[in-house]
């Protein structure tokens, strides 16, 4: 018997905190980078979160044993999370906080290809492949659709920017294959965040040093920056999803996050004046409703014929 609850105001409340807060990351990315570069910031806020999770695994007297079959997936999930990050870091050297937001949350999409491929229980329905071309014309649109005059004023390099925050997307889809279809699944959460961290800690640091990218200024805006996202996004907003995971129904909380890549939009404007051309605005709509569509498909088929979700 399925004990996961429904959605009720405790988990609307955090869902809302949670969504502000992931827009938000990207946006603090690039506030920060004149003094230290994201990638550069991405793998500090690696190692510390990981840090962090080591000791709340101590603290609960959780022990980290390689030798339950979990550390060639983890190996995995590891390297594909930090290559998201790595798309990300250079992504956001190109192109604004408000497109990497977007194009980062197509990753529901690709996660349920993948899903629907390895998983018979996951098999996509016919509405859901409906969202899938929704998400995927809105990326088109968002990619292709400027007008020329915005095209002929806009640096080049921001389609690269863009395409960088896609991969993005597809390696955390990707990463969610791997966590739902190999043995990790069956270990606990905190576990599988510190396979992801201690691998993007690594990986991404040699990153950013073999890119020229490792130089530190050690502002207030550089410290406050990587506390921000060690202390709040890598470490209690991740462990209060993973929470919300075990005690919510996944697929309401699912719809629910589509709210992040608004506020990802709305931070890149207001803090960061970055311009909002029409046509990614209609890209952006069109992606959103595709994941809602595919990731709260039994929601909505709950809420529009009454079937249990």
Known sequence: MDTHKAIDGLAMG??????????????????????????MQLALRSGISALLVGVAMVLRGERMS????????GLAVGLLFALEFLFVGQGLRYTSASHMAVFLYTAPAFAALGLHWRLPAERLQRFQWFGILLAFAGIVIAFFGRSQQAAAGAPAHILWGDFLG????????????????????????????????????VLLLAAAAALGEAAFNPTLRAWGSILFQALVVSFASYLTW???????????????SFMTPFFGIAFGVWL???????????????????????SGYGWLRHLLGGEKA
């Open 14 to 39: 955090l869902m809302l905190l949670l969504c502000m807060i992931w827009g938000l990351q990207q946006v603090v990315l690039k506030i920060a980078a004149p003094d230290v570069a994201p990638l």
């Open 66 to 73: 390689l030798g339950d079959g979990t550390w060639r997936p």
């Open 166 to 201: 896609l991969m993005a997307g597809i390696a955390w889809g990707a990463t969610t294959v791997v966590l739902r279809c190999s043995s990790l699944a069956r270990t606990s959460a905190t576990k599988a965040l510190l396979y992801q961290l201690a691998a993007a800690f």
């Open 242 to 256: 993973l929470w919300l995971l075990r005690r919510y129904l996944a697929s309401r909380l699912g719809v629910f």
């Open 272 to 294: 960061l004046h970055e311009p909002l051309e029409p046509s990614f605005v209609v890209g952006a709509v069109l992606v959103v409703a595709g994941i809602v569509v595919v």
